[in-house]
C-alpha cells in the first residue's frame, strides 16, 4: 500500500471513530500506526527520532547558535545518500514564503532535519494542514512550529487592504481573507498594529494545526504532537517563542 493511501485508511478509520468518542479515535490511531508500521525500516537519521520536547530543544539550540555565527557544517554529501530512500524529518515549519525567512539556516538545520510547508502569512489552509497530517501520520513528526516574522509583507497588505476598503487584485484578496481575523482582533490594542496582528496571527494558527481533526488533533491529544509559534526577527535571526 502506497504511503498516500495509509493516510487516507489512517484519517477514514479515524473518522468513523471519532464519532463515537475519544478512545474510538485513540484505537483508530493505534490501528493506522500498525498499518504504516507494515514496512519498517531503520529511520534516514536515527538522531531525528526524537520526543516533542527534545525536537522542539533542538530547534531553540540551532536558532542560538545561528543568530551567534557558530552554525554547525553540515555533510551535504552523506545526508544526501541516507535520504534517497525515505526521510524522517524531526520537526515541521509552517513559515512565510518572504525570501528574508530561511527556516534550515534559521535553525542550523540539514537536509531531512525540517518538513517546511511555506505560504505569505504563514496560514493554515486545507493545503497546508494536508501535507502536515502527512508528515504526522506517515514521518511521526512530533514537532510542529507556525512560524512568523517581522515587518510580514501578507499581514500589512491585509492592514491596509481592511483599512482602505480596498480590494487587492489576483488571488490576493484570499491572503486578506485568512489573515483578516488576526488583524481585526489586534485593532485597538496597544502598540504596534503590524507586531501585534503577526503575533496573534502565529497563535490562531497554532489553535488551527491542534484542532484539526481527525489526524492533528488526536495526535496533539496523545502527545505525540507538540505544537508551538515563534517570531522570527530581522535583525539578528532570533526566533522569539510565542507562548
Request: with cysteine.
Amino acid at each position: 500500500m502506497c504511503q498516500l493511501c495509509d493516510v487516507a485508511h489512517f484519517a477514514r478509520s479515524s473518522r468513523r471513530r471519532f464519532m463515537i468518542g475519544a478512545g474510538g479515535l485513540a484505537a483508530s490511531l493505534a490501528l493506522g500506526a500498525q498499518a504504516f508500521a507494515k514496512e519498517t525500516k531503520p529511520p534516514p537519521k536515527p538522531q531525528n527520532v526524537l520526543s516533542p520536547d527534545a525536537a522542539l530543544d533542538r530547534l531553540i539550540k540551532g536558532n542560538a547558535r545561528y543568530v551567534d555565527g557558530v552554525s554547525r557544517r553540515h555533510d551535504f554529501k552523506h545526508e544526501r545518500e541516507a535520504l534517497i530512500g525515505g526521510q524522517n524529518p524531526f520537526a515541521g515549519i509552517l513559515s512565510c514564503a518572504d525570501s528574508r525567512i530561511a527556516p534550515e539556516y534559521a535553525f542550523d538545520s540539514g537536509r531531512g532535519d525540517l518538513f517546511v510547508c511555506r505560504v505569505a502569512g504563514n496560514f493554515a489552509s486545507d493545503e497546508t494542514i494536508a501535507s502536515l497530517e502527512y508528515a504526522v501520520a506517515v514521518l511521526n513528526v512530533p514537532l510542529f512550529m507556525v512560524l512568523g516574522h517581522e515587518s510580514c509583507g501578507a499581514v500589512d497588505a491585509t492592514i491596509k487592504s481592511l483599512k482602505d476598503g480596498t480590494t487587492l487584485p489576483g488571488h490576493l484578496p484570499s491572503l486578506v481573507s485568512a489573515l483578516a481575523p488576526a488583524v481585526k482582533a489586534s485593532q485597538g490594542k496597544p502598540g504596534d498594529l503590524l507586531a501585534n496582528a503577526t503575533r496573534q496571527n502565529v497563535i490562531d494558527n497554532i489553535g488551527k494545526l491542534k484542532s484539526a481533526t481527525p489526524i492533528l488533533s488526536a495526535a496533539v491529544d496523545q502527545g505525540k504532537l507538540k505544537v508551538v509559534g515563534g517570531i522570527y526577527r530581522l535583525g539578528d535571526g532570533k526566533v522569539e517563542m510565542v507562548v
